[in-house]
Nanobody
Framework: QVQLVESGGGLVQAGGSLRLSCAAS????????MGWFRQAPGKERDVVAA????????YYTDSVKGRFTISRDNAKNTVYLQMNSLKPEDTAVYYC???????????????????WGQGTQVTVSS
């Protein structure tokens, strides 16, 4: 069982920055592709970014390209989401997720990820 613990959410003004962290309990962390998802009230949980096990391939949804950066430190079993130039529409609960079935590729579908963190609230005020 992989346990994921997110941190780093909070309240920030539009144009500000936050860095989310997700620490994993699993020593084979580098074998998993990882994703960040977000869910706003009344909306579905959508992918924000994803990264392969080595960190060599990344994906970003169009709305965050050029503003967000996903990265990972396999020595620390941690994946990060650096969020810059935040907008009110980025407000959501952010979740990290682990896909134990993929190492050299990633999925954009929430159903592919078996393990989820508890979520962290990000609120961007205008």
């Amino acid at each position: 069982q992989v346990q994921l613990v997110e941190s780093g959410g909070g309240l920030v003004q539009a144009g500000g920055s936050l860095r989310l962290s997700c620490a994993a309990s699993e020593r084979t962390f580098s074998s998993f592709s990882m994703g960040w998802f977000r869910q706003a009230p009344g909306k579905e949980r959508d992918v924000v970014a994803a990264i392969t096990g080595s960190g060599g391939l990344t994906y970003y949804t169009d709305s965050v390209k050029g503003r967000f950066t996903i990265s990972r430190d396999n020595a620390k079993n941690t994946v990060y989401l650096q969020m810059n130039s935040l907008k009110p529409e980025d407000t959501a609960v952010y979740y990290c997720a682990a896909d134990a079935q993929r190492r050299t590729s990633y999925s954009r579908s929430a159903s592919a990820y078996a393990y989820w963190g508890q979520g962290t609230q990000v609120t961007v005020s205008s």
